[in-house]
T-cell receptor, first 110, second 112 residues
Framework: QKEVEQDPGPLSVPEGAIVSLNCTYS??????FMWYRQYSRKGPELLMY????GNKEDGRFTAQVDKSSKYISLFIRDSQPSDSATYLC??????????FGKGTRLSVIA | EAQVTQNPRYLITVTGKKLTVTCSQN?????MSWYRQDPGLGLRQIYY???????DKGDVPEGYKVSRKEKRNFPLILESPSPNQTSLYFC???????????FGPGTRLTVL
């Protein structure tokens, strides 16, 4: 079983839709959870960072962590064409390196 | 502007011809690493460095070398490139190994 599983998509939604992106993981020691956004021909950039379980909101973006289910989500409200990108989840425990999901490609159609 | 820079951004080369991809960061980060990104395989770590003169293998180190003689620079060396090293390469840095990482813009390498 891979440490981090993420559906690669592609996911295509109309502008204004609510988008849900998800990752599951197997290592119960993971405590820090991140979402990176990667535009075409660019490097990943940090979008959201959460510690342990719970929700974190930043504008149109909400990150959720459910450690009991080993499941994390990123919600995008009122999605825009500029949100079209690949979204990578990443996680770690303590002083360990990041483990990345393979990324989900999202297209928001105007 | 705080950033990680990589050069070149695009490179086409032939099998066996040694090449170096440079990486530089201006954030005084201690930790630097190299990743390759391939379709269906995601980001895989090649090598990392915890500090000057301290480097270690990541998940896929075969065929690569690195050096860390200065804190800001972390070049990736392919002594004898092969076609299976055709990939998109990213350099990243952070203050410590466990911190969130800042990525460079990527280097697309094609080995013929």
């Amino acid at each position: 079983q891979k440490e981090v599983e993420q559906d690669p998509g592609p996911l295509s939604v109309p502008e204004g839709a609510i988008v849900s992106l998800n990752c599951t993981y197997s290592n119960s020691a993971f405590q820090y959870f991140m979402w990176y956004r990667q535009y075409s021909r660019k490097g990943p950039e940090l979008l959201m960072y959460t510690y342990s379980s719970g929700n974190k909101e930043d504008g149109r973006f909400t990150a959720q962590v459910d450690k009991s289910s080993k499941y994390i989500s990123l919600f995008i409200r009122d999605s825009q064409p500029s949100d079209s990108a690949t979204y990578l989840c990443a996680m770690k425990s303590g002083n360990t390196p990041l483990v990345f999901g393979k990324g989900t490609r999202l297209s928001v159609i105007a | 502007e705080a950033q990680v820079t990589q050069n070149p951004r695009y490179l086409i080369t032939v099998t066996g011809k040694k090449l170096t991809v440079t990486c530089s960061q201006n954030m005084n980060h201690e930790y630097m690493s190299w990743y390759r990104q391939d379709p269906g395989l995601g980001l895989r770590q090649i090598y990392y460095s915890m500090n000057v003169e301290v480097t270690d293998k990541g998940d896929v180190p075969e065929g690569y070398k690195v050096s860390r003689k200065e804190k800001r620079n972390f070049p990736l060396i392919l002594e004898s490139p092969s076609p299976n090293q055709t990939s998109l390469y990213f350099c990243a840095s952070s203050y410590y190994r466990s911190d969130t990482q800042y990525f460079g813009p990527g280097t697309r390498l094609t080995v013929l």
